[in-house]
């Protein structure tokens, strides 16, 4: 891999990663005191929606895809080798994974013990859990949700011989029938649809050398932004349907190439984001401490605000700020003060 590329993915991945947390910011249709609040479809909800159901849904599948081609990147396809890459996985995902999904339950635990936070909790106290219940929120219903994605990709990885097999046997056929899975949202109950397709195709692009495509940025990213906005628009007279979902489908592939290619563009242009290079190292941590945090502050800023659509707003920027802040924040002061437990709980990142 050159080193252009290993730049383009790790800035790549930082930006990616603002998009999941400002996905996760979404509150037009949240759930107070146990009763879901629904506010008008006025300008606000519709900026949301085309940032937080529109732009941003390209980066969990990029995410994918970049994991599944990193994961082949200089392989000899031999069963000794594909062992040794699921071993080194242990420690960068298994790991973190168990640490954090454990870190969400005493989070949890821990805020559900101050009174004032009481009345932000709807479901079973952690406190009230019995065994099994805590098993299963470490192993399959973490309570910082966004660990779905490791889960799914450590999954992928104990079967990464059989997805490479597939590659080589039967590319199309395999690629197109996990493509009519994601199209209709069809999940199985230990993967999603999104990520075996999204990583079978990163795998796909390095073991068959595809690694460019056309290069019309502009024209790309104009198409993902019409998409995304007529999807949005059509959003405000009718329910969820299957037009609104290919136009979020096909809204996705144009923007996984407009993104792709637009850092080129930005490459070239010499533009310089000065935060960004001290920021980036803390893409993992953002990643794996955004939530629960994030619906803390959600539910602190919901509790002093009126129900309005433009306080919703507020709260929308507000938590996305006061969030990517505190993890960086937070992260730097792990990092520099016990490195060593920096290194664990990131995997080595």
């Known amino acids: ?71 082949v990147l200089n392989s000899k396809f031999t069963a000794i080798d594909f062992w040794n890459k699921i071993k080194k996985r242990i420690s960068t995902l298994v790991v973190p994974y168990l640490i954090w999904a454990l870190f969400g339950l005493i989070f949890y635990l821990v805020i559900q013990s101050i009174p004032q936070f009481q009345s932000f909790f709807n479901k079973k106290l952690i406190k009230d859990y019995s065994m099994v219940e805590w098993i299963n929120s470490i192993i399959n219903e973490p309570i910082p949700y966004q660990l779905w994605f490791l889960r799914d990709l450590i999954v992928l990885v104990g079967l990464s011989p059989l997805l490479y097999f597939m590659i080589k ?18 999940d199985s109950f230990f993967l999603t649809s999104e990520s075996i397709l999204f990583f079978s195709l990163g795998m796909y692009l390095h073991i068959y050398k595809i690694e460019k495509t056309p290069r019309k940025p502009l024209l790309f990213c104009s198409l993902w932004l019409l998409i995304v906005a007529i999807k949005t628009v059509y959003a405000i007279f009718y329910n969820v349907d299957l037009i609104e979902l290919f136009l979020l489908k096909t809204s996705i592939l144009l923007g996984l190439i407009g993104f792709w290619q637009i850092y080129d563009v930005v490459y070239d242009s010499g533009i310089k984001v000065p935060l960004m290079k001290k920021w980036v190292p803390y893409t993992f941590f953002i990643y794996v401490f955004h939530e629960p945090l994030l619906t803390v502050v959600k539910k602190s800023l919901f509790h002093i605000v009126a129900k309005t659509s433009v306080n919703y707003f507020i709260v929308y920027i507000s938590s996305f700020i006061i969030v990517i802040c505190s993890c960086v924040v937070f992260g730097f002061l792990v990092k520099s003060t016990v490195p060593s437990v920096y290194k664990i709980i990131t995997g080595n990142r």
């Open 1 to 71: 891999m050159t080193d252009y590329l290993s730049q383009k993915i790790k800035y790549s991945s930082f930006v990616l990663m603002l998009m999941v947390v400002l996905l996760h910011c979404y509150n037009f249709s949240t759930k107070i005191g146990g009763h879901v609040i629904v506010l008008q479809k006025d300008v606000f909800w519709f900026i949301e929606q085309l940032l937080s159901n529109g732009l941003t849904r390209i980066a969990v599948p990029l995410f994918f895809i970049i994991s599944g081609y990193l994961f």
């Open 169 to 186: 046997k039967l590319p199309i056929v395999y690629l197109l029938g996990l493509f009519g899975f994601w199209i209709f949202n069809q």
